[in-house]
């Protein structure tokens, strides 16, 4: 079976319990098969691994397993004792074992040990007790998954290695002798999570896939950070899964969607991910399936009217993948970088004249779309993407503004903008300042006294 669904386990603030099942029914929807829970938020997942849950979490975690159960879904815990752990120390051992065993009695029996963003070094203790990091490792999820396994033969578990993409192994998989080892040494009957070439990967081929396959000794099951945000506040994803095809699922053990914090922002990710476990993966249809579906969250309190299909449409294309703007965005975008590309253009050009029309039209819809938001009966969906799009709203503002400027045929010496023109989109404060301080290219790679 492969393995394919969403996890909770990126830095920021936890989801909500009533956010957690509608992603339950989300999955369902989707085709896919698990929920993950493992916010880092949560500290006893990560910064208090030894310490059980108290009545109350138990009492809501086991709540969660039996709502995944009643869909036909696995429901796996995190658990990251990676920050602190001495891996050859025994005590350290039946702390975890306590954790499983408290999770095992609240009818959790899949389990994820995360060993992620952790030095890749060893007190003292342990550089006596083992050869290397990967072999400490092991050794602590062999024995954890023997005990859970001792206990309930059907349990599964996923580990997550310190290396896991391949700029962590030097870009070098095959020479990583960290990823060698875990192949060796840990039990065959232990996925191994890998988000591809990098930590946020813009493709995921399946030659690396191969690759990574045969140093592990094991199909890899893919964490997908395709669509994650919490390594950047400012940007949120809301378009389709991209860079993957069909190609890459014989050689994969599961997919399992990292997604944005902001809940609400991500049912087009959790829906184009499962078009693609389902097979006959297309970006472009899978993504305006997900749009019609995903339509019907967001009425309007006033007319309980749903927002137009083609306003979402530009919603997703402003917000859509880490790595480019949605296909009409990035046309319009194109050509006006073409009507900039003079200090003075012919704005006299029918061209020029189109593209400045262009731009107006983009930014009377953002307008319109901003404030149609700010009307949704779904507040959470509101304020998921409402700093996005008051950033996205000032932005297209500034840039009409200045064409509009151009349009004038301004005087050479004058600039742009006056003292008349300061609107919202003139920054400051410590970042703008920092920024200023940097001299970049395009590409933003620094070239100092350049």
């Not at 891996?87 to 060993?115: H, I, M, P, W």
């Not at 996925?191 to 191969?210: M, Q």
């Not at 304020?383 to 009409?400: G, I």
């Amino acid at each position: 079976m492969l393995l394919s669904g969403v996890i909770e386990g990126f830095y920021g603030r936890a989801w909500s319990r009533a956010q957690r099942v509608d992603m339950l029914d989300w999955i369902v929807a989707a085709g896919m098969n698990c929920f993950i829970y493992g916010p880092k938020d949560d500290i006893k997942v990560r910064a208090r691994w030894r310490e059980t849950y108290d009545a109350e979490e138990a009492a809501d975690l086991a709540d969660l397993v039996e709502a995944a159960a009643q869909r036909g879904l696995n429901f796996m815990v995190a658990i990251a004792p990676c920050l602190d752990v001495t891996y050859s120390d025994a005590a350290e051992l039946q702390a975890l074992k306590r954790r499983l065993d408290q999770l095992l009695e609240l009818g959790v029996n899949q389990f994820v040990l995360l060993f992620d963003d952790i030095p890749a070094t060893l007190s003292a203790p342990d550089q006596a007790a083992f050869p290397n990091f990967a072999a400490a490792q092991a050794h602590l999820a062999n024995a954890a998954f023997a005990h859970v396994r001792a206990r309930e033969p059907r349990a599964l578990m996923v580990f997550c290695p310190t290396e896991y993409c391949a700029a962590f192994a030097g870009h070098d998989v095959p020479g990583s002798s960290y990823l060698d080892t875990l192949g060796r040494r840990l039990d065959p009957a232990i996925k191994v999570f890998w988000t591809g070439p990098d930590i946020v990967s813009e493709t995921i081929s399946a030659a690396s896939l191969a690759e990574v396959g045969r140093v592990l000794r094991r199909k890899p099951v893919i964490w997908d950070n395709f669509h994650a945000n919490d390594y950047d506040i400012r940007r949120v994803h809301a378009g389709p899964l991209g860079g993957r095809g069909d190609e890459i699922l014989p050689l994969i053990d599961g997919i399992i969607s990292n997604p944005n914090n902001e809940f609400e922002a991500n049912f087009v990710a959790v829906h184009t991910t499962g078009a693609l476990v389902r097979g006959g993966y297309d970006e472009a249809a899978a993504f305006e399936a997900a749009l019609a579906a995903w339509q019907t969250r967001f009425r309007l309190a006033s007319s309980r009217e749903t927002i137009p299909l083609a306003e979402l449409r530009l919603l997703a294309e402003l917000h859509y993948q880490p790595f480019r703007c949605g296909p009409t965005i990035e046309a319009l975008l194109g050509r006006t970088r073409q009507m900039l590309a003079s200090h003075r253009p012919d704005v006299d050009d029918a061209e020029w004249q189109a593209g400045h029309r262009a731009v107006r039209e983009l930014r009377n819809q953002v307008r319109d779309l901003f404030h149609r938001t700010t009307e949704l009966e779904n507040r959470d969906l509101f304020y998921a993407f409402n700093q996005y799009l008051w950033e996205v709203r000032e932005e297209v503002t500034h840039l009409c503004t200045y064409l509009d400027w151009l349009a004038e045929k301004p005087a050479t010496e004058d600039e742009f903008p006056g003292r008349e023109r300061i609107y919202n989109f003139y920054r400051q404060g410590f970042s703008v300042a920092v920024q200023d301080l940097l001299r970049r290219d395009a590409g933003g790679r620094y070239h100092h006294g350049a």
